[in-house]
């Protein structure tokens, strides 16, 4: 081991930082038939109007289905219901562009 | 810090192979090329003899102590055995014979998935099908305390060091199964929390039950089924060749996992018992419908997409996963639902289903 910083990438670029913070943006990815999945440090507010409160893990899944038994989060009964989603109708990064065909 | 209870008693071999493993494992530091040579005949003979390796009792035993050398504890093992090159030659003859049983019995579908998105599509309808698990369902309608001791015993084999199977495989993976991997491990090793590791959790709750949790304590009770679950994961996990069917092992496992967890816990309501025993099932059901998501498509479809090769053994570790969980599930089923113990004999404080109770503390279904 060298005396440089080790955080380096494979390439040998420096990684200038692994800790997160304000500059790491929190990650929403809607999975296809399930949850929101929820990556980053978060707050939940349980209600409108109700103190937000941190989540007991750092990756959460929201109920999209409203079926779940733990909402707001996702206890997996979006299978048992044989919940659905549309596939995304908005280009996030650009939103003038034309996303598909609609209905 | 506090030293976990470990087994200092070995298990009892239940056939020519463990005993002479037994022997050694036991036995004087310095082992006689003889008791080696007794058990590499035994191993050999055994798996080219076996009915079923699924269902041998003698061989998964024998293939769980070699794969315990790795894990610990095995206070019972008198010197240093995990890199003895005999016993890894034994374990090599197990390993094959489990393999090829294996690769015979456990259902692939046809034709296989062409790409990643067909994988991720492929294990989602695979695992569909135990969405509404027939032993939890079971469970969460005939709870009794023998078959919910019963229950946690089987389970104790694997969950008192649940994830470490699975731990394996980070050092083998790279990249963005790498990254998914650990993340959902840090997730089963508490995030940091040291109360929040699953294994521990899942000892408070067999303690709230009134069971032993030390590793093992309940060895000697588990039919081959349960010890097969184990030893499927420890070799997928403990070989780089089959890096991707522990990915896929652990995709199908998390998969599979939430609506279950949630009528274990049911289960357990139902019989009286509080938080302080259903955490682990309740915890279970909000992180598993997280881990799902990121074992299926950021740990098993990433990994078939940036090592195409390993597609077909990702599935296959998801496959096997079920399978062989399902003979475990199904052979509680069987027994409980005929009246027997699921179990190969009882021990002192352990209820189990069809002993002789007096009918108070029979709890009425």
Redesign the interface.
Known sequence: MSEQDPRTTDDGSPVLSVAHDAEDPVVI?P?P???L?VRGDVLIAPEPGAEPQKP??????LCRCNMS??AP?????H??ANFRTRPPRYNIGNPREDPGEED | MTTAPTRTVAPTARGPVSTALLEILTGPEETPASGYAAMSEAAATAVDASQDVLADEDLQLALFLLYLLHYGPAEFVTADREWDPELLRVRTVLEAGFEAELRRRVPLPDPLPGDSAQLVDTM?AMT?GD??PTLATWLARHPSEEILSEFLVHRSIYTLREADPHAWGIARLRGRAKAALV?IQ??EYG?GRPERVHATIFAQTMRGFGLDDTPDHYLDLVPAPTLASMNLMSLFGLHRRLRGAIAGHLAAFEMT???PN?YYGRAFRKLGYDADVTWYYDEH??????H???AA?DLAGALAQDEPELLEDVLFGAAACLYVDGLMGDHMLECWSDGRTSLRGSMPGLQTVGSEAPAEERVAL
């Open positions: 990815t999975c038939d399930g949850p999945l007991p893990r750092r990756v959460v899944a038994s733990i989060f996702c206890d997996g009964s299978k048992l | 989602f569909g969405a509404k993340e840090s997730d995030g996992s939430s609506i949630k059901v909000e992180a598993d419908a997280v799902e998501q990121i498509r």
